[in-house]
């Protein structure tokens, strides 16, 4: 069974920062990419962030230079900084993972519960 884990979420002023981190627990994953996605109230879900395996990231235009996505490979986490945080940032922010649960598997999307990120004017 696959669980993405999520933390770090919080209520900050504008300004200020944040670290996510979301761990994946699993036996023997082969994941392919795992990132950050988030949602505001009355708005659809919106990709902020990915990263793949081999270090390729794609970011949302409205966090470039502000939002550092990392991973630890050996872990199977991924970081989201969160730097220069404006009101509009404010949503859950969900981890999404890509995986396979062994060689043989289907590669499926896997999703953490969310953590909320407020932030204040």
């Known amino acids: 069974q696959v669980q993405l884990v999520e933390s770090g979420g919080a209520l900050v002023q504008a300004g200020g920062s944040l670290r996510l981190s979301c761990a994946a627990s699993?036996?023997?994953?082969?994941?392919?990419?795992m990132g950050w996605y988030r949602q505001a109230p009355g708005k659809q879900r919106e990709l902020v962030a990915t990263?793949?395996?081999?270090?390729?990231?794609n970011y949302a235009d409205s966090v470039k230079g502000r939002f550092i996505i990392s991973r630890d490979n050996a872990k199977n986490t991924v970081y989201l900084q969160m730097n220069s945080l404006k009101p509009e940032d404010t949503a859950v922010y969900y981890c999404?993972?890509?995986?396979?649960?062994?060689?043989?598997?289907?590669?499926?999307?896997?999703w953490g519960q969310g953590t909320q990120v407020t932030v204040s004017s």
């Open positions: 999404n993972a890509v995986l396979r649960r062994s060689p043989w598997d289907t590669l499926r999307n896997y």
């Open positions: 699993g036996s023997n994953l082969l994941i392919n990419a």
């Open positions: 990263m793949t395996s081999g270090g390729s990231t």
